[in-house]
């Protein structure tokens, strides 16, 4: 995400302020391990987690992950590192960790940021947002609170759109199918966007409605709750 | 002679040439959005009458963990009370031991007609064709068995057997292999197969089964069913069959109470299925009606296996509901044939590679994207996502580019300012690649050439404006020293 989406990471560090957090971040943070967890390289994933633990394995702040997908990883590295004092790390990071909405709503209990956006938008349940964090009212109840802003359901909004890392490249022709599937149920909504807060599934879905050349965006959550 | 494979036809890597096969056929991905939609949709029906919900699911997997845990205990008790009640039980370790054993029940009723109710252990065993190159041509009698049977096929959903067939081509299919005149009326329709399978439950001297449930502490055993064929099969004639996979016991007759609230909930959505038929044994008093004869076929093919570990030994308490294909993107995209076995979806998944060998299925836990919509269906809530990971990792289906693209990307990933500086290279490189002109086709295919993962992606996603700056890169210029308003 640093590297594809900054401006996801400079959407949350500014909203993040704005509710009168203090940020800080750690540049020797290193990729959560994800890709090669769920591809079944387990070795490959402890080896990158490890960076995670040496940079955010200590201290007591709250660790905020704009993205649904990473912050379910961090959740479950107690599983990758069972023993010792890397399972100690671990742990503390699995306790500290929130997804960015999850972190606004039920920590803050802050849904007002004073964001304005005039239009129409849908929100996506990102697979690990919702089923593995079990977050699925606070974004809705982020994006009510934007002005000008208004929000629908879509048939189909917690259904995966296909990313599902090497899923995604290994069958990539069922993975865009299944992107097409959702496109074809959020354009009968009428959004000008589609929001999420997983990158993951943004890449996925901007990428095929680009491709396609559809009118429809995909933007983060932050992207959204920041504009004024 | 040896029974032919049907559990599986998995060709090395079948699944994506057949996805794609399964992705252009049109007439094939409507069928199976709506069935599959109206499926989800009953179920969702269903469980908000049922409060209890969460409790069940509860109960079933905790009554199933335990059995599972005792199987060879339970299994023991089972088959003394089921002999006890004059059910002759047989134990076959394979598909061809299956096969020959009810070859030979067949024989010794000296039966020519055989029909069958649905029954998906016999399509893993490949029974009809065992029987077929016998020289005996079994008739399904249930409507989508039947239909499939007619047209050459197998089965592609686990309770929903010809769902990737829309009524227009079943019409059509009735038309040409029956010759009554073509119809599109699912009642007309329906009428057709009742008028020809009636005669054939009345002739048959041997009727074939699966089974749901069986019951150790009363050594009975219970099926489930909506169309009424099973009870004519397993009443009309003389000698009932009934062919099962060991894991299907439960400890006590209560215990179907549970299972019973569970199953025809997930499946269809019914409160319960019309027909439920406990079998207790056969006929006392030839006077009576129902069976001379009961044979109880349990297969084990590969299950055993399963039972090593507590994770494992999960996906043995499938109660075979197929919920959880009915809200799989996947399978809601390319359908069960894709899979190349006969159990498709997360579940098919998850057990093929346990029934026909790493070898020939590693692929299948790999045709998933993980977003775990089967975990929270799953009525004894088996964690889909969590076996499947299990099997990616046990597998050695990543092929050498794969482990070394992993192994060179953990060496680099872990390294955060090598991972950066890189990082930055190629955003540049596809940052150059957007802009115009030859050199940018250059950049882009030299990049694509150098990452086959990014070529995949590229064939039908555009990748995003590449940014200037990496959020490092931001952090650093500035964004770090902001602070908080006062």
Request: with cysteine; proline share 5%.
């Amino acid at each position: 995400m640093g590297t594809l989406a900054p401006q996801v990471g400079v959407a949350t560090v500014e909203l993040l302020r704005r509710a009168g957090c203090t940020v800080g971040f750690d540049p020797q943070q290193t990729c959560c391990g994800q890709p090669a967890f769920n591809a079944g390289h387990r070795r490959e994933a402890c080896r990158v987690a490890r960076g995670v633990l040496d940079a955010l394995g200590s201290g007591d702040e709250l660790i905020v992950v704009p993205s649904g997908s990473c912050a379910a990883m961090l959740v479950r590295l107690p599983s990758l590192f069972e023993e010792g004092q890397d399972h100690e790390r671990a742990c503390s990071i699995a306790e500290r960790t929130r997804e960015l909405s999850q972190f606004l709503v039920r920590d803050l209990q802050v849904t007002s940021l004073g964001a304005r956006w005039p239009g129409k938008v849908t929100w996506h349940d990102a697979c690990h947002t919702l089923r593995e964090l079990g977050v699925r009212s606070e974004p809705r109840q982020l994006l009510a609170e934007v002005s000008d802003l208004e929000q629908v359901e879509a048939v189909g909004c917690d259904t995966c759109c296909g990313f599902g890392g090497t899923f995604a490249v290994k069958h990539a022709e069922v993975s865009m199918a299944m992107a097409e599937w959702k496109i074809r149920h959020i354009e009968e909504t009428g959004v000008t966007a589609v929001v999420s807060s997983d990158v993951s599934c943004l890449l996925q879905l901007g990428g095929r409605l680009r491709q396609m050349g559809s009118k429809v965006q995909a933007l983060h959550l932050a992207e959204v709750l920041n504009t004024r | 002679m040896k029974p032919s494979d049907p559990i599986v036809d998995l060709e090395a890597r079948s699944f994506g040439r057949r996805s794609l096969e399964a992705l252009a056929n049109d007439s094939l991905r409507g069928a199976l959005d709506k069935v599959t939609t109206e499926f989800a949709k009953r179920r969702e029906q269903a469980l908000a009458q049922a409060p209890d919900w969460e409790i069940w699911r509860e109960q079933a997997r905790a009554i199933k963990a335990h059995t599972l845990a005792s199987l060879d205990t339970y299994l023991a008790q089972f088959m003394e009370r089921a002999e006890a009640r004059g059910i002759h039980v047989h134990v076959a370790q394979d598909r061809e031991e299956a096969c020959a054993l009810v070859w030979e029940i067949v024989q010794q009723a000296q039966a020519s007609n055989v029909v069958k109710g649905k029954s998906m252990v016999t399509e893993e065993i490949g029974l009809n064709e065992y029987l077929l190159s016998q020289g005996l041509a079994p008739v399904e009698t249930d409507l989508g068995e039947w239909i499939i049977q007619l047209a050459g096929e197998k089965p592609s959903h686990i309770i929903a057997p010809a769902i990737h067939r829309t009524r227009e081509e079943v019409g059509h299919l009735f038309h040409t292999e029956l010759g009554v005149p073509e119809s599109h009326d699912v009642e007309e329709l329906t009428a057709v197969a009742r008028r020809f399978l009636r005669t054939r439950f009345a002739e048959a001297e041997v009727g074939v089964s699966g089974v749901n449930f069986l019951v150790a502490e009363t050594g009975s055993f219970l099926i489930l069913e909506n169309e009424g064929n099973v009870r004519l099969c397993t009443s009309l004639p003389k000698v009932h069959i009934a062919v099962t996979g060991i894991e299907k016991v439960i400890p006590r007759l209560a215990d179907l109470d549970v299972f019973l609230s569970l199953l025809p909930r997930s499946a269809t959505g019914q409160a319960m299925t019309t027909y439920q038929t406990l079998f207790t044994g056969p006929k006392p008093d030839p006077d009576d009606e129902g069976p001379e004869a009961i044979h109880l076929v349990l297969l084990d093919n590969g299950r055993s296996n399963q039972l090593s570990t507590p994770l494992e030994r999960e996906a043995l308490a499938c109660i075979r509901c197929g919920a959880c294909l009915n809200v799989c993107p996947v399978y809601k995209q390319v359908g069960g044939h894709t899979y190349g076995s006969v159990y498709p979806g997360p579940i098919g998944a998850v057990i093929t590679p346990a029934l026909a060998g790493q070898d020939r299925a590693g692929n299948l836990p790999h045709a998933s994207s993980l977003c775990g919509a089967c975990r929270d269906v799953c009525p004894v809530k088996i964690n889909l996502p969590e076996l499947l990971l299990d099997l990616r990792e046990k597998g050695e289906e990543a092929g050498l580019s794969e482990r070394w693209g992993f192994a060179v990307w953990s060496r680099i990933a872990s390294r955060p300012r090598l991972s950066s500086v890189l990082g930055r290279g190629l955003t540049r490189a596809l940052g150059l690649a957007q802009s115009s002109g030859l050199f940018a086709r250059c950049v882009g295919r030299l990049t694509a050439t150098l990452f086959p993962p990014l070529k995949a992606w590229q064939r039908g996603r555009e990748l995003p404006p590449m940014p200037a700056r990496s959020f490092r890169q931001l952090w650093k210029a500035g964004l770090d020293a902001e602070e908080p308003p006062a």
